[in-house]
């Protein structure tokens, strides 16, 4: 292929969009700009947002997100315009109540994540010092409890009243040692129409096009200055350059070689070992599966089993099965959920 074409294909504009500014609320720090639109800003007509995207601004510089079948609005704590991600909570600080009455039908967004959690009401005080309860739903009579687990469940429903069974879409998908929250991190949600991640990821803005009705398209403009696409087109130009200039080299290199009639051998280079060492992983603390005890294991993926034994990270806390985490370990000097990287014992 030639190199300028490619150059020229990633430079050059794909299309001709609405030309619509960012803009936030007051004085944050959250751009607000396509598919979402603040709906009473003079410098975003409706043409800069997409259906169902629609923001606005509340007297202390929130952004307002309203779903159609869920009562209210939530605020928007964030916003990953390369992911199509955004992050939601209760401007009231009182996510529960909001979440026992969700409902995403009708909206272009979906969660990333979800887990069911189980609502209790519980008179017995005891309890609030064993479990974590939802402190605006609760009051000196009664605790409202929320559990993904089913021992708790079992044993709530003998001494609490069950409220419902809700499908939470939770930030991460890791809650198997969790028994009750109070569900006050936000809500992470997203959304898949339209499809612009790509083109925000290659530094360019998304939008409608001037010459049709509903189309979308991608554009990069010069007062963005040198935009990662044609960061990516001048690296993937450069890799293609240097990948010839080697291959030259080394047929060079080849010919002078062969007419000397020496053949070089290169060294062997040391193995580079990337784990942990076999001191170090059996140090790490070990404990053996209950009959109650509930989890599955992140690795492998198969649900804990009585009298099986799992071991932990000391640095993150996370748990596996100890012959699942030792294989892991070895090859990787990581957590495989989190990515902490624990001592390495010779090191």
């Not at 140090?283 to 932990?312: F, H, M, N, W």
């Not at 294989?327 to 990787?332: D, F, G, I, V």
Request: with cysteine; charged share 15%; aromatic share 10%.
């Amino acid at each position: 292929m030639d190199i300028r074409f490619l150059l020229l294909f990633y430079i050059l504009p794909p299309t001709s969009i609405e030309t619509c500014p960012d803009a936030v609320c007051q004085n944050g720090n959250k751009i607000i700009r396509f598919p979402f639109r603040i709906q009473q800003s003079q410098l975003q007509p409706k043409s800069c947002g997409y259906p169902g995207f629609d923001v606005s601004c509340s007297n202390h510089g929130q952004i307002r997100l309203k779903v159609p079948y869920s009562e209210g609005e939530f605020s928007i704590q964030g916003i990953d315009y390369t992911s199509q991600q955004l992050w939601i909570n209760d401007p009231k600080n009182c996510l529960p109540i909001r979440i026992l009455s969700l409902n995403l039908n009708g909206s272009p967004f979906s969660g990333v994540y979800y887990r069911d959690f189980s609502f209790f009401n519980c008179s017995s005080q005891y309890l609030k010092y064993r479990y974590i309860p939802i402190p605006c739903l609760s009051d000196s009579n009664h605790t409202v409890f929320a559990t993904p687990s089913r021992s708790v469940f079992r044993h709530l429903s003998s001494v609490c009243s069950f409220i419902r069974t809700v499908r939470v879409p939770v930030q991460q998908p890791y809650y198997e040692h969790v028994l009750t929250s109070d569900l006050s991190d936000d809500l992470r949600l997203s959304w898949n129409s339209p499809p612009c991640g790509m083109c925000e990821s290659r530094g360019g803005r998304c939008g409608f096009r001037t010459n049709s009705t509903g189309d979308i398209g991608c554009a990069y403009f010069p007062s963005q200055g040198i935009s990662r696409a044609v960061r990516y087109a001048i690296s993937t130009c450069a890799g293609v350059l240097a990948t010839l200039g080697l291959i030259g080299l080394m047929y060079y290199i080849g010919g002078k070689c062969g007419r000397a009639q020496t053949v070089v051998r290169p060294e062997p280079e040391p193995a580079m070992l990337s784990g942990l060492d076999g001191l170090t992983i059996e140090s790490y603390p070990k404990q053996v599966v209950g009959e109650a005890d509930e989890g599955t294991c992140p690795i492998c993926l198969s649900e804990y089993r009585p009298k099986e034994t799992l071991k932990t990270i000391p640095a993150c806390l996370h748990s596996f099965h100890s012959h699942c985490i030792d294989a892991w370990l070895h090859l990787n000097a990581s957590c495989p959920l989190c990515r902490t990287s624990p001592p390495n014992s010779l090191t």
